[in-house]
Nanobody, 115 residues
Framework: QVQLVESGGGLVQAGGSLRLSCAAS????????MGWYRQAPGKQRELVAT???????NYADSVKGRFTISRDNAKNTVYLQMNSLKPEDTAVYYC?????????WGQGTQVTVSS
């Protein structure tokens, strides 16, 4: 079992930056992969970025070049650095972990980008 707690969301102006953190309740060293998803009002939840245990990364086309996912195994934490934020990035951002055949989600953190 893994509990995931996101933090770092907030209100920022367009062009600004935020860094989201996802703290896991246990070591992430052996977790297959972790990622960030987001869900805007009235829309489906969508992939933002993922990172594997080997630190391979994958990004949605809409965030490539602006967002960076990283992991700190010593702190059991995954980060999402978001730069050049746009109003369309406004959403609740969720952390996700794939552990063997199980999937875990965090409770989400709100990111609001004003124009």
């Amino acid at each position: 079992q893994v509990q995931l707690v996101e933090s770092g969301g907030g209100l920022v102006q367009a062009g600004g930056s935020l860094r989201l953190s996802c703290a896991a309740s246990r070591s992430i060293f052996s977790i297959n992969a972790m990622g960030w998803y987001r869900q805007a009002p009235g829309k489906q939840r969508e992939l933002v970025a993922t990172i594997t245990s080997g630190s391979s990364t994958n990004y949605a086309d809409s965030v490539k070049g602006r967002f960076t996912i990283s992991r700190d195994n010593a702190k059991n934490t995954v980060y999402l650095q978001m730069n050049s934020l746009k109003p369309e990035d406004t959403a609740v951002y969720y952390c996700k972990a794939w552990v063997s055949v199980r999937i875990y989600w965090g409770q989400g953190t709100q990111v609001t980008v004003s124009s």
